[in-house]
């Protein structure tokens, strides 16, 4: 039955719309037509308020169709379903109209254009509720099974929380060994707990779990299918040394590698060998030989009958439910000579500044490059807070004001002798974190500051460092400090994830981050249903906003799988069974097998069935007699559609 | 306000997936990067669910070119989603030219979902193809 009593509502979004759509003119374009019983604006239709109000006008006037023209239907679709459903309407009576993405937003550089495109877009909507039929959802089977890539502290926060929820996991690490960044901190922040320590214990927790199942060298490289239903493989890259080696052969075979490179887990301040671990209790417990350096010249395996150069990677097909993306940060890697950078001595990142520290806490004296440290310059938003650089990093970090205090602290505890001056643009050690910059003041730590259009000048004259700086806290006096060391606070940059995004395809924001589908309606969630993601691959979070968010899309994901079934649009492929001749060419375009034969009046024709039916559509165009529509998607929706959209105000 | 003659540049429908390539043309609006406003978007499950009639419709009804914003390889509902858009694409195409209907104004592309600059840019060179012929 056609829809006759029609109500449209066009939202402001605060001005996001309505900045560059007249949403009046929109309304008055449309609130004549027959079928629209009324039309009015709105600021926001995702507030409680306008959604009661909407439902007591479907209710009081018996609506029979809905149109709301706002955000993205990725957004707000399924709370206007539900606004439909509460008011007694079917949600499938209900036409999102985008707006916003794909008309504001798009065309904030033409008002009038997009005034235009709201008004058709908005006409194409009213024609579709018109011809909408009342569905009903349908389920399907769903894995109970997620992979979550990445097992950093994060990813293994997200492994636990779902094997709670009775979800199994598939934990997925690209790196021979878990923990992640936060396996090369000493003691953290806020508890007196190391790096090392936290990892340890997740760790533990996660073996303990029999529904976790932990690969290390391993990566995603394909993913097909959909939520509830993905398909994804995974290569497992050889470790070249057998599980059953012994801890003392192993050892020997370190011992006798000739080979020795930079070491990267501690930022190249010292050597490793090509077979190696980061340190002792690094997990899982075994070596891995690292074949970009490895000569082969075979002195392990005389010493060691457990190496294995034979072993060959694995292609390993995974069926899950869903995958949550926890692949962490990158530190900013400082340009040459930015800050004295790479051309001048003793200047050094945070992250290197937090092993040297690991490495020395037991010595006497602090010694870096030969020379006893005693005076040493911290600079802050290095990496962040770019406004003078083209493509800069223009976020805070945030994390690195707090970690370099609490690393401040550390050094002058472990080094009593040493001078703390803190170059800053302002400091945020916001919360809990607060107390550390008090006591880093009370430690007699100097803190100076600037602005962006003065930062810190790092020159070297001999052997002499100094960092010079108009200090805007004594009234931009200049001001000059002889330095024994410099410290570049670096901030957080993605993760270098090519091939992982290439795979997933999930969106990067203007930061370079994965990007979510609203920061605060749907933090975890992107635009790929069943994918979600979490921690730092997401934005620069600390520890604990990591283990926040990592929980967060557990508690996502185990919503949404944890019945081991979903609820899908009803968009199934149906049959008109006058119109068909029985051709089989829908079956040849079925990738389901979701056509079979039946009689019907006394002739052969084809018949859907539903529970191999994917919605997907591929049969529609094959069918030579126009037998077969897709239900939400009908001649009669999609043709009106297009008549709305290009239908002239009378 | 600004104002622009709209009636000069080229009416485009976009067939575009709900899953693939939809988020790449909401991401085209989030980063403002902006297209000709007279594209407008129509999404479906898959790009090889499309209907040559659909097609053949917009342009009866005064469109003056339609981009089909394909899955490509991204097709959550499988490989052959790729061959199949491309076979409507050139099926459509007899269609228009039996009906007088120039084929170059029936473009696809496959658009990954964060594809935003390569849906901007085909769209673009797509209104400007189409203006030339007009």
């Given at each position: 039955m056609k829809k006759k009593k029609i109500g449209v509502y066009i939202c402001h979004c605060g001005g996001n719309i309505s900045d560059y759509v007249d949403v009046e003119k929109v309304k008055n374009s449309v609130k004549d037509e027959e079928i629209v019983f009324l039309a009015t604006t709105t600021m926001f239709a995702c507030a409680d308020s306008a959604q009661k109000e909407i439902e007591n006008d479907i209710r009081d006037n018996n609506l029979d169709g809905l149109v709301v023209a706002s955000c993205s239907p990725k957004l707000h679709l399924i709370t206007f379903r539900a606004v439909a459903d509460r008011a007694g309407l079917n949600p499938y009576n209900y036409v999102h109209a985008n707006i916003r993405e794909q008309c504001s937003w798009a065309h904030s550089d033409d008002k009038t254009g997009a005034t235009e495109k709201a008004i058709q877009l908005v006409k194409g909507a009213i024609k579709r509720v018109?011809?909408?039929?009342?569905?009903?959802?349908?389920?399907?089977?769903?894995?109970?099974?997620?992979?979550?890539?990445?097992?950093?502290?994060?990813?293994?926060?997200?492994?636990?929380?779902?094997?709670?929820?009775?979800?199994?996991?598939?934990?997925?690490?690209?790196?021979?060994?878990?923990?992640?960044?936060?396996?090369?901190?000493?003691?953290?922040?806020?508890?007196?707990?190391?790096?090392?320590?936290?990892?340890?214990?997740?760790?533990?927790?996660?073996?303990?779990?029999?529904?976790?199942?932990?690969?290390?060298?391993?990566?995603?490289?394909?993913?097909?299918?959909?939520?509830?239903?993905?398909?994804?493989?995974?290569?497992?890259?050889?470790?070249?040394?057998?599980?059953?080696?012994?801890?003392?052969?192993?050892?020997?075979?370190?011992?006798?590698?000739?080979?020795?490179?930079?070491d990267e887990f501690n930022y190249g301040l010292n050597k490793r060998k090509a077979i190696y671990k980061n340190y002792d209790s690094e997990y899982p417990q075994l070596p891995t030989i690292d074949m970009d350096n490895c000569t082969k010249c075979g002195e392990c395996e005389k010493v060691c009958s457990e190496i294995d150069f034979s072993m060959k990677e694995e292609i390993l097909p995974l069926k899950v439910g869903g995958i949550i993306l926890n692949t962490g940060f990158n530190s900013y890697e400082p340009k040459k000579g930015e800050f004295g950078y790479d051309e001048i001595e003793n200047v050094i990142t945070l992250p290197q500044f937090s092993r040297l520290i690991e490495l020395q806490k037991d010595n006497k004296n602090f010694v870096y490059n030969k020379k006893k440290i005693k005076n040493i310059a911290y600079i802050y938003c290095v990496g962040s807070r770019q406004a003078n650089i083209p493509d800069g990093n223009k976020y805070c970090s945030r994390y690195c004001c707090t970690s370099n205090i609490h690393k401040a602290i550390l050094a002058k505890k472990y080094f009593p002798e040493i001078n703390n001056f803190h170059f800053t643009r302002g400091i945020r050690t916001y919360g809990k974190q607060e107390v550390f910059y008090d006591e880093s003041s009370k430690q007699g730590d100097i803190y100076l500051q600037s602005y962006i259009d003065h930062l810190p000048e790092v020159k070297q004259n001999g052997n002499r460092i100094t960092v010079k700086i108009i200090d805007y806290l004594t009234s931009n006096k200049e001001m000059e400090v002889d330095t024994d060391l410099v410290v570049l606070v670096?901030?957080?940059?993605?993760?270098?994830?090519?091939?992982?995004?290439?795979?997933?395809?999930?969106?990067?924001?203007?930061?370079?981050?994965?990007?979510?589908?609203?920061?605060?309606?749907?933090?975890?969630?992107?635009?790929?249903?069943?994918?979600?993601?979490?921690?730092?691959?997401?934005?620069?979070?600390?520890?604990?906003?990591?283990?926040?968010?990592?929980?967060s899309a557990a508690a996502a994901a185990s919503a949404v799988l944890s019945k081991g079934e979903l609820s899908l649009e009803p968009t199934l492929a149906v049959v008109d069974p006058d119109a068909c001749n029985w051709c089989d060419k829908c079956t040849e375009a079925c990738p389901f097998n979701a056509f079979t034969k039946v009689e019907h009046q006394g002739k052969q024709v084809a018949l859907v069935i539903e529970a191999n039916c994917k919605g997907c559509g591929m049969c529609l165009p094959v069918c030579p007699t126009n037998a077969i529509d897709l239900i939400g998607y009908t001649d009669n929706e999609v043709e009106s559609l297009i008549d709305g959209l290009m239908q002239q105000d009378k | 306000m600004e104002t622009k003659n709209n009636n000069s540049v080229p009416k485009i429908l976009v067939f575009s997936t709900e899953k693939i390539s939809d988020p790449a043309i909401d991401l085209a609006g989030l980063l403002k990067l902006h297209y000709p406003a007279t594209a407008y978007t129509i999404d479906i499950p898959c790009s090889s669910a499309i209907k040559p009639r659909w097609i053949l419709h917009a342009f009866e009804k005064g469109f003056d070119g339609v981009f089909i914003a394909a899955d490509g390889t991204d097709c959550p509902y499988g490989e052959s989603c790729s061959e199949k858009t491309a076979k409507i694409m050139s099926d459509t195409q007899k269609m228009m030219k039996e009906k007088g209907i120039d084929p170059v104004r029936l473009k696809m592309a496959a658009i990954c979902s964060i594809c935003a600059e390569a849906f901007v840019n085909h769209v673009k060179s797509l209104a400007v193809n189409l203006s030339k012929s007009k």
């Open positions: 018109y011809e909408s039929e009342a569905l009903e959802q349908i389920t399907i089977p769903a894995e109970k099974v997620m992979a979550v890539i990445g097992a950093g502290i994060g990813g293994m926060r997200t492994a636990l929380d779902l094997s709670s929820n009775d979800i199994e996991v598939y934990l997925i690490e690209r790196e021979f060994f878990v923990g992640g960044r936060v396996a090369q901190l000493g003691e953290l922040y806020n508890t007196e707990e190391t790096g090392k320590e936290l990892v340890t214990r997740l760790y533990n927790e996660v073996k303990k779990r029999k529904n976790i199942t932990l690969f290390t060298g391993a990566e995603a490289i394909e993913k097909s299918g959909s939520i509830g239903n993905f398909e994804i493989k995974v290569r497992i890259n050889p470790r070249y040394i057998k599980e059953t080696c012994s801890t003392e052969s192993l050892e020997k075979a370190i011992e006798v590698c000739p080979v020795e490179v930079l670096t901030g957080m940059v993605p993760r270098e994830n090519k091939d992982l995004v290439n795979v997933f395809k999930v969106p990067l924001g203007r930061d370079g981050f994965f990007n979510e589908i609203h920061m605060k309606l749907r933090p975890v969630e992107t635009v790929i249903d069943g994918v979600y993601i979490a921690g730092a691959s997401q934005a620069p979070k600390n520890i604990m906003e990591t283990m926040s968010s990592s929980s | -």
